[in-house]
């Protein structure tokens, strides 16, 4: 039961940073994107389909994956260890290994 709760209030916060990432707020700080890495920090720590997802969108997105790994460094430790852990490097791995190899 707990792990549903997490994962309802993980979807909750992902979708409505999603939802507030094109609306113009007067607040202080950009909600939507905040929102949206408190959401992906949650869900990657608790499902494992979100977290192979995330790495996905990074190994074929080369911009999300440096502006993810720039943004790091500020960022909260919740969001730190996402970031860690969603690393494409096996990605890359098994990329590099079916491709063709060039004849010399």
């Given at each position: 039961m707990k792990h549903i709760l997490i994962?309802?209030?993980?979807?909750?916060?992902?979708v409505s940073g999603v939802l507030l990432l094109p609306v113009p707020l007067p607040l202080p700080f950009p909600a939507g994107p905040v929102l949206v890495l408190i959401g992906c920090a949650i869900l990657t720590t608790h499902s494992k389909w979100f977290r192979r997802g995330v790495q996905k969108l990074r190994f074929r997105f080369r911009w999300?994956?440096?502006?993810?790994?720039?943004?790091?460094?500020?960022?909260?430790?919740?969001?730190?260890?996402?970031?860690?852990?969603?690393?494409?490097?096996a990605l890359e791995r098994q990329a590099r290994v079916q491709a063709p190899r060039s004849e010399s």
């Open positions: 994962l309802t209030g993980g979807w909750l916060t992902f999300l994956c440096r502006t993810m790994d720039k943004l790091a460094h500020r960022s909260p430790p919740m969001v730190k260890s996402m970031v860690e852990r969603t690393r494409p490097v």
